[in-house]
């Protein structure tokens, strides 16, 4: 679990900052519990939440690549957005 890696993390010797990604966030009861506990155990450092997003899933070029997954549809969607 998260909280297992970051205590792990911390025993380190001079770690390299972390960035938490929290992917494919959803909203439904079960989901905000998740979220919730996401961002209690890394209010502290940097950190994102990327939703899950069936729009941009849909607006983005289908290719037959079996890397392409939800997740790097929306990354280059935002990556897009911010050039």
Do not use: E, G
């Not at 938490?20 to 998740?34: D, M, P, W």
């Amino acid at each position: 679990t998260l909280s297992h890696f970051q205590s792990d993390y911390q025993n380190l010797i001079s770690p390299p900052p972390v960035v938490y990604i929290l992917n494919q966030q959803r909203f439904n009861a079960k989901a905000r519990l998740i979220n919730a506990q996401f961002l209690s155990l890394v209010s502290n450092n940097p950190h994102f939440q990327i939703p899950f997003d069936y729009a941009s899933v849909d607006k983005y070029p289908s290719r037959k690549q079996w890397l392409t997954t939800t997740f790097s549809k929306q990354f280059d969607l935002i990556a897009k957005s911010l050039a």
